[in-house]
């Protein structure tokens, strides 16, 4: 059996992705990469906004287009496409042949074999159940990887439908984390990044208190030569975190921490806990306490309630914390949320607009941030070279791949990805940095 997958989304994804891989070789299966051949093409989708349905559904359209050609034999698709789609994927589109829901994972051996003998299976177990360990087939390069920590949200933001989705929080056990995190480090991950909808929860679930500081400790045990984290909510920070964080120098200084928006009436409808002060001083405290941090976050633009004043009130919040890296989503009103059904939203090509003007605001700062790192001699993790500039690329403490720029560097000795060397800072090009490998 040739089976070959598809991956859209987000790095949580992904991780599905590879678990279902893995339990697919274990089975006996062919993994391939290109999807022409394949018995069965497995995509793995993302249902999260309108953008993320298009391209799944996009996608499925594509490979059907295979499939009718005699190129593809059976279609199966999973994640939160299905999850949140099911009846309309089962009645509209004809072409696929089984669908599994983002509680049956597991189960993607028997679906693969079921698509195959001409079946149509639709598997969706509990979204709500424990975190299945599962074996894993690493699809990254291979200096680093995600460990996702915990699955699911308890958050509940007005706009958001993930929980409908991924089910409520449930954190893995420690040990399991840990003995996932010690396998990758034999395999020679240089950097870990520690993933899951919210890591700043990981542990009340389990334990009855946040265990995050704990696990990064464990973590920073290991031959790991950076630890980078995504997604701590703003309003769960401890004392506790914030010095694991400074004190433990693996912990690269680069937090992700979605903030979506500034303005207290904005916040309160789209049940965000905390207000616009408790940002500032958040984020005040975070630069006193954490030398040289970077900070990235996600900002929505046209939110319910979001009038001139409140987006205004976000531009200048943007620009005066200086946040270095920032992802611009106009809102997509989401069927099914509380915030889909307010009235008090500007219309999509105004939150379009108004999206297009933080960038703007954003870039502003961003060029600031790389003016002040030139001259700097920065600590860089190469991951090729790249023919077109021929130099090297890679990224230092400040970028996380594939969602933030590149440092390219020239080097007169051959450098392989998965190396760390130190580059001089000398320019920019498109708006990312360029600089010369010290010998």
């Not at 690269?252 to 207290?264: A, S």
């Not at 984020?283 to 996600?298: A, D, G, K, Q, W």
Request: hydrophobic letters at 40%; one cysteine or more; glycine letters at 8%.
């Amino acid at each position: 059996m040739k089976v070959s997958f598809i991956p859209l989304g987000c790095a949580k994804n992904l991780v599905n992705m590879e678990q279902m891989m893995a339990l697919c070789r274990d089975a006996g299966m062919d993994l391939q990469q290109a999807q022409s051949g394949a018995d069965v093409v497995v995509i793995n989708t993302c249902g999260f906004i309108d953008s993320a349905k298009s391209e799944a559904i996009d996608t499925i359209l594509q490979v059907a287009e295979l499939k009718d050609a005699g190129e593809v034999g059976k279609i199966l698709v999973t994640g939160c496409l299905s999850q949140r789609y099911k009846e309309e994927i089962l009645t509209e589109l004809p072409e696929v042949d089984g669908i599994l829901g983002t509680g049956s994972y597991s189960r993607i051996v028997e679906a693969v074999n079921a698509v195959a003998a001409g079946e149509k299976p639709c598997y969706f177990d509990s979204i709500h159940a424990p975190v299945e360990e599962l074996p894993r087939v690493i699809t990254t390069p291979q200096h680093y990887a995600f460990l996702r920590i915990a699955e699911g949200c308890d958050n509940h933001c007005a706009y958001c439908i993930i929980p409908a989705l991924r089910g409520k929080y449930r954190s893995r056990r420690m040990e399991d984390v840990l003995a996932e995190a010690q396998g990758l480090a034999d395999n020679g991950v240089q950097e870990i990044i520690v993933i899951a909808q919210d890591i700043t929860r990981y542990g009340i679930d389990l334990y009855g208190e946040r265990k995050l500081p704990a696990l990064l400790r464990e973590l920073c045990k290991m031959s790991f030569h950076w630890v980078r984290l995504h997604y701590l909510y703003p309003d769960e920070f401890t004392e506790e975190l914030i010095d694991t964080i400074a004190e433990e120098s693996k912990i690269v200084k680069y937090l992700d921490i979605p903030i979506q928006h500034c303005n207290d009436r904005v916040l309160k409808a789209m049940n965000r806990r905390g207000d616009k002060a408790e940002l500032l001083a958040l984020f005040t405290t975070l630069r006193e306490r954490i030398p040289n941090l970077v900070l990235r976050t996600s900002l929505i633009t046209g939110l319910p309630y979001e009038d001139e004043a409140a987006f205004d009130e976000l531009c200048e919040f943007l620009a005066e914390v200086g946040i270095e890296r920032a992802g611009v989503f106009p809102y997509s009103p989401e069927e099914g949320t509380a915030a889909a059904r307010m009235p008090e939203r500007v219309d999509t090509p105004e939150a379009e607009r108004r999206a297009e003007l933080v960038v703007d605001v954003q870039s502003r700062v961003m060029d600031d941030f790389n003016e002040s790192r030139m001259g700097e001699l920065v600590e860089v993790l190469c991951e090729g070279f790249d023919g077109q500039s021929m130099s090297y690329v890679g990224r230092s403490y400040a970028e996380s791949p594939d969602i933030d720029g590149r440092i390219y560097f020239t080097s007169e000795e051959d450098v392989d990805p998965g190396r760390f060397v130190f580059v001089r800072i000398t320019g920019t090009m498109d708006g990312e940095l360029t600089g010369e490998k010290e010998e």
